[in-house]
């Protein structure tokens, strides 16, 4: 199990980084509280987009007088309505997710993980968006319910530290259950490791069925894609399940490694790109801001 | 190539188990390393089913076990010390250890190591175990070291043991050397290089002596190097000497004459050896004349008495007698103890050997050049106060020793009874007169050696040394050794050459290397 302090998780420069990103949904389902999100909803928002002729009930304040005085006719303007849109955090707090790299001291993936989940947060909160938080091992977490407004940071950094990473991972089964959640629709950012032993087909399957815009975040250490460390004759030991297999390491079997990995990872990253959000595997030898905000083009993701 | 240090059976042996060995813990299973891991998914992705070897099986690394075996039989080969050329001839030494004639021995050892060994050549002492004693590549000093700490003596089994444990590695060609003063064992074959030889000595005189009292004694006069010399009665040593460098006299015994006869062996060096017949036993039977003073008759019957070889006997039987007066007819010998005569001091002349000298040589040698001429005699011992008046001659004519009264005086002096027993043995031809000299001359060398013995030849082992009446035996020892360094120039230095050890372990630095940098890479398990 592993927590972490939040001053552990980020700091002052962390989040310093973080400002002038922002994620901007390409369309927001209606619904949604007043916020700076545009979507398909007529209302009080900023942007003009039609108008209509007056009914009962209108507000007097979007009779459009100009057009009253040329053609003796009442009409109202309309403008879309800004709203927020919905980030749902799918959070990996397996036991592999605890887990740091073979060689030098770069932080464990849950760490990493997380700090990924506060900096993409940071930047929802920023801009009125709402998140939610469902971290998952072997079976759902407690999850974090909706959160919004800059004040909500805090308790997500205080959830954040406080979440254990143990278990085994059902990713499969988290991802079904979150697609079985009536959510208002929105981005689902996956956090996770992929490690889940019922292979990248049936993580694929269960991606694609997230009825959201899926970005999925992969914590990965650097290497871990060719252990040359394992070289060598070995009872290789699931940190996980306690599983073993005596494997032969040598050149070959590590070459078939890293093709077994790259074609899993290039699975992952096809359906999150399918899926509308992007794929980011991120390094824990590297400071994670900089790796995120290769999402961010010009500053924003298009959600 | 030829294996130096290893025999080839043992080297192919060992070489088997190396192999075996190694194969055998390629085939075992090995001690796996338990390693936590993320996942299992990308090794059953991966195949992970390739199991690590497990017996019974084959070697699931091939290459790694190549490797491995490459490396292990360099390292044996290096052991096995391969040299080429060493089907060059070498010589083998087996030395016969022992104490009294350690240094003789020695040089010889010595000389033959510096002459050369040949490539494998090895010298060993007869010990058991056999005890190396240089090896081929060693350096030559290391010979003293080995010899000087060796203690132990030679023994028939320690012999055998030395000639097997040469047997693996000799070849035809060979040259295998016994140093012993015996022979060696008959069922291993000696080679021994069939050169002329050149002689290192010369026995210049072999003869009998005896002293009052004790059983004979072997005078050898030698000229040449110093060597051992033995006499043995079947095995037993019964008396042994090292000889001195440049001319010299050694005297072996005295030695006890066996009651069966058997035959007295004598061994100069490794070289020679041969039968001596035994002195002549015969009683001496000597008449002692009544008008003799009464104190020499006394002195003359305890002297008799003691020496087994004299025997008192009537005058008519007599060989020598013993007189006041002499006779000039009787052609026997005689000893004339002369009265009356002298009163100065005594005087004595070249005593070397002689059995007197004992008890006189502490006197002053002079001149004796003033004496009257006596034809035919040799002064042995003047007076010098009285002018050069005769004290003592002998006669080659009439076979006669004169002894002036004074020279008796005092009776009990421990001079008397040798001066007479002395007198009374030459007279009877039981000592070697050859010994008796001029005054202030140099001791008088027969030069009786025979010319085809001082040419060089050998004289054959076991063969009988004639030793005739008053006449010494020249004989001509040559030595092995000289032999063998002057027959082979063509033997290689000490060491051999050609040694592969070197190239062997910068193959076996390569090796593991190759081994390093493929393990690195990964080419390894």
Redesign the interface.
């Known amino acids: 199990m592993t927590t972490a302090t939040a001053a552990e998780l980020f700091d002052p420069a962390f989040l310093r980084a973080l400002e002038g990103l922002r994620i901007l949904a390409r369309s927001v389902p209606a619904g949604g509280r007043h916020a700076e999100q545009r979507s398909r909803a007529r209302g009080q928002g900023q942007e003009f987009t039609d108008v209509r002729p007056y009914v009962a009930g209108d507000d007097f304040r979007t009779v459009d007088w100009h057009v009253f005085l040329r053609l003796d006719k009442v009409f109202v303007r309309l403008f879309l309505q800004d709203e927020d849109l919905p980030i749902y955090f799918l959070l990996d707090q397996s036991a ?1 997710m605890a ?1 740091g790299p073979a060689l030098g001291n770069a932080p464990d993936r849950s760490v990493i993980a997380r700090r990924a989940v506060a900096a993409l947060a940071y930047v929802a909160l920023n801009h009125m968006d709402r998140i939610a938080v469902f971290p998952f091992a072997s079976e759902p977490l407690r999850p974090l319910p909706g959160t919004s407004g800059k004040n909500g940071f805090q308790r997500l950094l205080a959830y954040l530290a406080a979440l254990p990473a143990q278990g085994s ?1 059902s990713l499969v089964e988290a991802l079904q259950q979150f697609a079985t959640r009536r959510l208002r629709r929105g981005l689902c950012v996956l956090v996770t ?1 992929g ?3 019922r ?1 990248a087909e049936a993580v694929q399957k269960a991606m694609s069925r997230v009825p959201h815009r899926l970005l999925v975040v992969r914590p990965v250490h650097a290497g ?1 894609e060719r ?2 460390h ?12 306690g ?9 070959a ?2 070459d ?2 890293a ?3 790259a ?2 990872a290039e699975a992952i990253a096809t359906v999150a790109e399918q899926r509308g959000g992007g794929c980011l595997a991120l390094r824990s030898d590297q400071p994670v801001v900089p790796q995120l905000a290769t999402l961010f083009q010009n500053g924003v993701i298009q959600a | 190539m030829s294996l130096f240090g290893l025999a080839p059976a043992t080297f192919a042996l060992g070489a088997l188990l190396l192999a075996g060995g190694l194969a055998l813990l390629h085939l075992l299973r ?24 497990v017996l019974p099986g084959r070697p ?1 690394r091939w290459f790694a076990f190549v490797l491995a075996l490459l490396v292990a039989l360099a390292a044996w080969l290096a052991m096995a010390e391969p040299r080429s050329g060493l089907q060059d001839a070498s010589r083998f030494l087996v030395v016969e250890p022992d104490q009294q004639s350690g240094e003789a021995r020695l040089e010889q050892v010595r000389s033959l190591a510096l002459a050369g060994l040949g490539p494998r050549g090895a010298i060993l002492a007869a010990t058991l175990p056999p005890t190396l004693l240089l090896a081929a590549g060693e350096p030559a000093n290391v010979l003293e070291a080995r010899a000087a700490a060796l203690q132990t003596t030679a023994t028939a089994l320690g012999e055998r043991a030395a000639w097997q444990s040469i047997g693996d590695r000799r070849l035809a060609g060979d040259e295998v050397v016994w140093l012993g003063a015996r022979p060696a064992l008959a069922e291993f074959p000696v080679v021994h290089a069939p050169v002329a030889r050149a002689p290192v000595g010369i026995v210049r005189g072999l003869r009998w002596q005896r002293a009052a009292g004790t059983g004979p004694s072997l005078l050898l006069q030698w000229e040449g190097d110093a060597v051992p010399v033995e006499l043995r009665v079947g095995d037993t040593v019964t008396a042994a000497g090292v000889t001195k460098v440049g001319a010299g006299e050694l005297l072996l015994g005295p030695v006890a004459v066996p009651a069966n006869g058997a035959p007295l062996r004598c061994a100069i060096g490794t070289a020679a050896a041969f039968v001596v017949p035994w002195p002549t036993t015969t009683p001496l039977r000597v008449h002692v004349d009544p008008s003799l003073p009464v104190d020499l008759t006394i002195a003359l019957a305890s002297i008799l008495e003691a020496d087994e070889e004299l025997v008192e006997a009537p005058e008519a039987t007599a060989e020598v007698v013993v007189s006041a007066q002499d006779v000039p007819e009787d052609a026997r010998p005689r000893l004339v103890l002369l009265a009356g005569h002298g009163g100065g001091a005594r005087l004595a002349v070249n005593t070397a050997a002689a059995p007197v000298a004992c008890s006189l040589r502490d006197r002053q040698p002079r001149d004796a050049g003033a004496l009257p001429a006596l034809p035919g005699a040799r002064v042995w011992i003047a007076d010098e106060a009285q002018g050069g008046a005769l004290a003592a001659a002998t006669s080659s004519t009439n076979r006669r020793i004169w002894i002036v009264d004074w020279l008796l005086r005092p009776r009990t002096h421990a001079d008397v009874p040798l001066l007479l027993l002395t007198s009374l043995r030459a007279l009877g031809d039981r000592e070697a007169s050859s010994m008796v000299a001029l005054a202030g001359q140099p001791l008088a060398v027969p030069a009786a050696v025979p010319a085809a013995l001082a040419a060089g030849a050998l004289l054959p082992v076991d063969s009988v040394l004639p030793l005739h009446e008053r006449t010494s035996a020249g004989l001509a020892i040559a030595s092995p050794v000289a032999a063998i360094s002057g027959s082979q120039p063509t033997l290689a230095a000490i060491g051999g050459d050609g040694s592969w050890v070197p190239w062997l372990l910068s193959l076996l630095v390569l090796l593991l290397a190759v081994d390093a940098m493929l393990f690195h ?5």
């Open positions: 592999s887990r991972t490791d490690f889940d032993p292979g871990e252990p040359v394992l070289r060598g004759e070995l009872r290789a030991i699931d940190c996980e399940s599983e073993h297999v005596e494997v032969s390491v040598d050149d079997m590590l078939r490694y093709k077994a990995y074609e899993f | 090995v001690r796996l390393r338990s390693v936590e891991v993320d996942t299992l998914l990308f090794f059953r992705l991966a195949g992970a089913l390739q199991k690590p070897r699931a890479r990964g080419r390894l398990p």
